[in-house]
Structures are given as C-alpha cells and as structure tokens.
C-alpha cells in the first residue's frame, strides 16, 4: 500500500504543474482575439495589368459594387434594361489559320442575358477590342444612366479594370458584380451559354 500511495504522490507532483499548464494554455487559446488571414486589397489608382486572377479590393471609385447574387438579381428585376457585360478572357483566332480554315469559337457558360466581351478587361487594351467595346456601349446604352453591370468570375481583375474603364468613358451607372458567374451559378440562378463578341 505504501509503495502504491508514494507512485501516486509521485504521479501527481509530476503531472500537476503540465496540467496547470494545459489549463493556461486553453484559456489563453480562448480568450486570444481571431487572426487574420487575408489582408484587405487597396484600391489601385490605375488599371491592373498583372497577376489578374488575384485578390481584388472591395471598392471601385465612381462604380457601385455588387457583392452577391440576390443584389443582382434585385437589380435586374427593379432595373429590366440593365446591359450585363462578361469580360472573362478568351484566345483569339490563331493567326497562323488560313482564311475558311476550320475554328471553334470558345463557349461559356454565363448569366442569362449577358454579352460576352472577351479580352476587354485587360488594364491595356488594343484599338480594336477597345473600339469594339465603345461601339457595343453605343449601340446598347440608350442613356448614360442606364446599369451597366460588369462580372467576370470572383478574385478577376478583368471585371475591375472593365468597370473602371466603362466609368471614364462617362457612363454613370455602372456596377461591378465582384462574385462572378461561380457565385451565380452557386445560386442556382438562370445560365445560358454565350459565345464571345468579336471585332
């Protein structure tokens, strides 16, 4: 008996000071404010022309953001004229095809109503994809209040640089659907597949 109290006592003087040190270590855990993992993106004063499939900031000067699907979807219900505006990228013709030489346009499943204007949210545009973005703008826009929403797929870079590019052009209702086509579509909400405007 005796040998088995002194193992126990022994027991007890060794493991007292870890259990007090768990005990700590469990309410500091609890106590401990959350830390962050993602640092907000700042808002650039010019056009991104890198990394665009990046973290994007939660802001766009002069443009309205739209964070979520059912912002949408409340928009285009209350605002039925609004121009939906896809700017995802997508390769050209190859250059090296002979004229009449078989070639696919590329598809994309995208919101139901939308024009896909591929490549127009790169932050340096060529004339041509340029030009054919002002005169879709012209032939679409019958009054520079009239929406203008502009998506491409979350964290797209494309779709920030489109919006602020449409807004210095003097459109002044244009919003930025951050969430893109993925969130849409998590939404179960309408698709249709689009092929890509081009010049």
């Known amino acids: 008996m005796r040998r088995t109290l002194g193992t126990c006592r022994r027991a007890f003087l060794f493991l007292g000071p870890l259990s007090l040190v768990a005990q700590l270590s469990i309410s500091q855990t609890a106590n401990a404010k959350p830390i962050k993992s993602k640092h907000e993106v700042t808002e650039p004063t010019t056009y991104r022309?890198?990394?665009?499939?990046?973290?994007?900031?939660?802001?766009?000067?002069?443009?309205?953001?739209?964070?979520?699907?059912?912002?949408?979807?409340?928009?285009?219900?209350?605002?039925?004229?609004?121009?939906?505006l896809d700017v995802y990228p997508a390769p050209p013709r190859p250059p090296e095809l002979r004229p009449g030489e078989l070639w696919l346009e590329p598809t994309r499943e995208s919101i139901r109503g939308a024009i896909w204007m591929a490549n127009a949210g790169f932050g340096a545009l060529n004339s041509t994809i340029e030009g054919l973005l002002k005169k879709t703008l012209e032939a679409k826009v019958k009054?520079?209040?009239?929406?203008?929403?502009?998506?491409?797929?979350?964290?797209?870079?494309?779709?920030?640089?489109?919006a602020k590019r449409i807004r210095s052009y003097g459109y002044t209702s244009v919003y930025w659907y951050r969430s893109g086509v993925e969130k849409w579509r998590e939404a179960q909400l309408p698709l249709r597949m689009i092929r890509p405007m081009r010049p």
């Open 49 to 84: 022309t890198h990394k665009y499939r990046s973290p994007v900031p939660n802001t766009l000067t002069g443009a309205t953001v739209i964070h979520s699907p059912s912002e949408l979807r409340e928009l285009l219900n209350t605002q039925p004229d609004t121009l939906l």
């Open 143 to 162: 009054q520079n209040t009239q929406p203008i929403v502009v998506f491409c797929e979350p964290n797209c870079w494309h779709s920030w640089n489109a």
